[in-house]
C-alpha cells in the first residue's frame, strides 16, 4: 500500500480478489439501501400527504359522530395524536436508513482506496465530496444539510403534519387552555405548537444521525464557537479518527508509556483523574498568577489542552477560545474514558514545531523507534509539551525535576541524565535563554539538594 492509504487504513490488510469480491458486495448492498431508501420515501411521502389533506375530511367527520358520546374534538385530538406519532417515527425510520446508505458509501470508498484507486484532489471532473469521487470515507457526511435532497422526504413530513396540526389543532386547544393562559396574548398557539414539533422532528432527525462520539454537549460547543467566532475543524469524526490511527502506531511499536503518562499527569494536571474535564483550582491558579504578578500560565486541564490542540484551528482570542475549549472538555469527557484521552492526549499534542505525538517526539529528539522509553526521555518529552519554542527554561525545569524526586517519579540519576541530555543538544534542539540556568547549574542545585 502507499504511504497514504497506510495513513488511513493501517490496521486492514487483503488481496486483491477478496477486495474485489468485498467491492462488489459492498455496491450490491448500497444499491439494496437506495432502493429502500427511494420506496420508503415514496410510501412515506404519500401517506403523510394523505394524512395532511385527509384532515380536512377527519375534521369534517368528527363533527358528524356525536351519536356515540365521544366528543368531536376528542375524535381529532386523536386522530391529531396519531398522525403526529406516525411522522415521528417515519422521521426515525428515515434517519436509520440514511444512516445505513452513508455508512455503504464510507465503505465503498475505503474498498476503492485499499485497491489502490483514487481520484486525486482536482474536483473539476468528479466531486471528492461525494461517492463518485471521494477518497476520504469521511467527506461522506453521516447527516446531510437541510437544504440537500436528502433531507427533502423529512421535511415533507414535517409540512405535512404541520397541515394536519393547523387543521386539527384547535380541537385541542380547550384542554390546554391554562398553558396558553400563560402565554403573551400576542403570541399564537398554532405558531407556538408549529414551532415546537419542527424542533421536535428536527432534533430526532439530527440526533439519530449523530455520529460515533456526537452528543448534545458536541453540538453546544459548536453553537458556542460559531457564536464566539472562534474556528473548529470541519470534520470531527475524521479528526478522532486520525488520533486513534496515531494510538494504534504507539501500539504496533509496543511503546510503554505508563512513567510518560505518570511525569504527564504530575506537570501537566495532577487533578487528571479527579475532575471532569475541566480543572477550576488550575484556573483558578493561573487568574490570580495573571492578576497579582501580571504572568500567564495556561490552567488548562490534559482535556483542555487535548481539545485546543486537535479541534481549534486557531488560538486567539483567547477568553473566548477558553470557553470554547471548556465546552469541547465537557463533551470530550462525555464519551471516552480517562486512560482514552491521556493517551489520545500523549499521542496527538505537539512538542516541537511541527512535531506531534510521543512516538513521533521520540524519533525527533532521540533519533529511534518509542519502544522503551526511560524515566528521564519521558521527563525530555513531558517537559517540551509547555516550551515548543527549543528554549532550556532552567528555572522551570529545575522546579519540575524537584517536584518529580519529591514524589519518588524521578531518581536523582534521572534528573543528572535528562540534564546531560540538555546540555549535549544545546544549540541542535534547544537554545539557551539569557537569565536562566544553564544545565549544569541545574544539576549543581540538584546534587546540593539531594546528594549533601
Known amino acids: 500500500m502507499s504511504e497514504q492509504i497506510e495513513r488511513y487504513f493501517p490496521q486492514h490488510k487483503l488481496t486483491t480478489e477478496i477486495g474485489l469480491a468485498e467491492y462488489n458486495f459492498a455496491v450490491q448492498m448500497l444499491a439494496s439501501v437506495d432502493r429502500a431508501v427511494t420506496w420508503t420515501t415514496s410510501v412515506l411521502t404519500t401517506i403523510a400527504t394523505l394524512l395532511g389533506f385527509g384532515s380536512f375530511k377527519i375534521s369534517e367527520l368528527a363533527g358528524e359522530i356525536t351519536d356515540s358520546g365521544v366528543e368531536a374534538d376528542d375524535i381529532r385530538a386523536f386522530f391529531l395524536i396519531v398522525i403526529l406519532l406516525f411522522s415521528w417515527f417515519a422521521i426515525i425510520h428515515l434517519a436509520n436508513l440514511r444512516k445505513s446508505q452513508t455508512f455503504s458509501e464510507r465503505k465503498i470508498i475505503v474498498l476503492r482506496r485499499m485497491l489502490g484507486v483514487s481520484y486525486g484532489t482536482n474536483t473539476l471532473v468528479l466531486p471528492n465530496w461525494r461517492i463518485e469521487g471521494a477518497d476520504d470515507p469521511f467527506s461522506i457526511h453521516l447527516r446531510p444539510a437541510l437544504s440537500s435532497y436528502r433531507s427533502m422526504p423529512v421535511l415533507f413530513i414535517i409540512l405535512a403534519s404541520l397541515v394536519s396540526i393547523f387543521l386539527l389543532g384547535p380541537s385541542v386547544m380547550d384542554m390546554t387552555r391554562v398553558a396558553i393562559n400563560l402565554l403573551h396574548s400576542s403570541i399564537s398557539f398554532l405558531w407556538v405548537t408549529f414551532t415546537t414539533w419542527i424542533l421536535v422532528c428536527l432534533l430526532t432527525y439530527y440526533h439519530q444521525l449523530n455520529e460515533a462520539n456526537e452528543n448534545w454537549r458536541l453540538w453546544f460547543a459548536k453553537f458556542l464557537a460559531a457564536v464566539s467566532r472562534v474556528p473548529l475543524v470541519k470534520n470531527f469524526e475524521q479528526t478522532i479518527y486520525h488520533i486513534k490511527l496515531a494510538k494504534a502506531e504507539i501500539e504496533r511499536l509496543k511503546t510503554d508509556l505508563s512513567t510518560t503518562r505518570r511525569i504527564a499527569i504530575a506537570v501537566e494536571d495532577k487533578g487528571f483523574f479527579e475532575h471532569s474535564g475541566i480543572s477550576w483550582r488550575g484556573l483558578m491558579r493561573a487568574f490570580w498568577q495573571f492578576l497579582w504578578r501580571g504572568k500567564r500560565s495556561g490552567g488548562s486541564s490534559i482535556t483542555q489542552q487535548f481539545c485546543r490542540s486537535n479541534f481549534i484551528t486557531r488560538l486567539q482570542p483567547t477568553i473566548r477560545r477558553k470557553l470554547v475549549e471548556m465546552a469541547l ?100 534542539h534547544f537554545i539557551l535563554r539569557e537569565g536562566e540556568l544553564e544545565p549544569d547549574e541545574v544539576r549543581s542545585n540538584l546534587s546540593s539538594r539531594f546528594a549533601g
Not at 379 to 390: H, M, W, Y
Open 329 to 428: 472538555a465537557k463533551w470530550i469527557e462525555s464519551v471516552w474514558d480517562k486512560n482514552e484521552i491521556l493517551d489520545a492526549y500523549l499521542a496527538s499534542v505537539r512538542f516541537e514545531t511541527g512535531v506531534y505525538g510521543v512516538h513521533n517526539a521520540y524519533r525527533h529528539f532521540f533519533n529511534d523507534k518509542a519502544n522503551a522509553i526511560s524515566n528521564w526521555e519521558a521527563f525530555i518529552l513531558v517537559e517540551r509539551l509547555a516550551n515548543t519554542r527549543r528554549y532550556f527554561l532552567g528555572h522551570r525545569i529545575q522546579a519540575l525535576l524537584i517536584q518529580l524526586i519529591d514524589e519518588n517519579i524521578l531518581s536523582l540519576d534521572d534528573a543528572r541524565s535528562a540534564l546531560g541530555y540538555y546540555e549535549g543538544f544545546i544549540e541542535h
